[in-house]
């Protein structure tokens, strides 16, 4: 795919979703099997606008069926499915229509609030009204009016699957069939928000009225060996902590507490929602002046301005014995920009750990807030 957007001054490629590859494979299998042709290339108008050529990479004939496999192009984007053969397999149905179900590598649904009901296969509405639509084109252009049934399938997609976010949405056995615009942007910072609000809207149709909140695997970590809970119960919300309260709030939730390294969490002391490196790294001046006020010396604040990890800030404070009114200065801060991004139907509350250090502070809220998360368990 020749087609380019310019991010942060950089030219990338853009690709074309599993959804995209499945319907292509799904309209090359339905022309194979009702007039014999084997395409060399499918043409397909995605639901961007943009259209594609793509080239089929296998095509199997046989008795009552035919399979046709398209190769998954992420692009420039960092995605496991890139290379992937995604297969569809047609074959005439007494059923009315197109009907249309996943195979091997494609995940089922055992959770409910996704995008399909448990028990379906986990392609999506999207692709699903893709793979459709090109069927439906083959089925009329050749004058066909009885059934056909279209099986979805990837031979990679069972270990690929181990390396998405699958497991811990609850879809089993494979990898989703995915898309909303049928194209790839490389990068896709909405991808990951959209997971997030997936996660969080299964947990609120499960019935649980509060949420645990962690940026990443340290955060992980620290829920099992700190808190004592299973890491599976937390929802990983990188970098974007007001998204992810703002996605609360809308889902209903009562309560949500974010447990996180001291490392991504002191930025929210200044008022930064998003904690990604790009946006800023002022973790060393936001301690400093919290210290500062707590009565470190200027020249103990000039060391620890000049620190490179949070850790190493934490030795200095220990060594004056301000560790404590300055974590405690930095979570009231950090209390005071979660409520207020919140508003009044969300409660919220923060607990900060350092790796070397253990549990460091915590918000006026976060003790409530874990008992009632304790005790929905």
Do not use: W
Request: contains cysteine; hydrophobic residues 40%; neutral net charge.
């Amino acid at each position: 795919m020749e087609e380019f957007i310019v991010k942060d001054g950089k030219k990338l490629r853009l690709g074309y979703t599993t959804g995209s590859c499945a319907a292509a494979a799904a309209k090359a299998a339905a022309c194979l099997l009702l007039t014999g042709r084997r395409l060399d290339r499918v043409e397909l108008l995605t639901p961007k606008g943009i259209r594609l050529e793509l080239p089929v990479r296998e095509a199997e004939l046989g008795a009552g069926f035919a399979c046709c496999a398209i190769e998954k192009d992420c692009g420039d984007d960092p995605d496991v499915t890139g290379g992937a053969l995604i297969f569809a397999r047609a074959a005439r149905s007494e059923t009315p229509g197109v009907t249309i179900d996943g195979g091997a590598g494609v995940g089922r649904v055992t959770k409910p609030g996704l995008d399909q009901p448990v028990g379906a296969a986990a392609i999506n509405s999207v692709p699903r009204q893709m793979i459709r639509a090109c069927v439906e084109e083959i089925m009329g252009l050749t004058e066909y009016r009885g059934g056909l049934s279209v099986v979805i399938s990837v031979p990679e997609g069972e270990a690929l699957a181990r390396r998405t976010f699958n497991p811990r949405m609850g879809i089993r056995g494979g990898i989703s069939i995915l898309g909303t615009t049928g194209i790839v942007e490389p990068m896709s910072e909405q991808a990951l928000v959209d997971t997030i609000r997936v996660e969080l809207r299964q947990r609120r149709e499960s019935g649980a009225d509060f949420v645990l909140l962690t940026p990443g695997n340290y955060g992980s970590d620290f829920v099992r060996d700190g808190l004592g809970l299973d890491p599976a119960l937390a929802v990983q919300c990188s970098n974007f902590i007001g998204d992810t309260l703002s996605m609360c709030r809308e889902l209903g939730f009562r309560g949500a507490l974010l447990a996180g390294h001291l490392g991504k969490l002191v930025k929210l002391a200044g008022g930064m929602l998003n904690t990604h490196s790009k946006y800023g790294d002022c973790r060393m001046e936001i301690l400093a002046a919290h210290a500062a006020a707590a009565g470190l010396p200027p020249g103990r604040t000039e060391e620890l301005l000049a620190c490179v990890a949070c850790d190493d800030a934490l030795r200095i404070l220990q060594e004056e014995n301000l560790c404590a009114p300055t974590l405690e200065r930095l979570a009231e801060r950090i209390g005071r920009h979660l409520a207020a991004k919140a508003g009044d139907t969300l409660e919220t509350g923060a607990i900060c750990f350092s790796k070397v250090y253990g549990q460091l502070c915590q918000t006026a809220g976060a003790p409530s807030l874990l008992r009632s998360i304790r005790c929905g368990l």
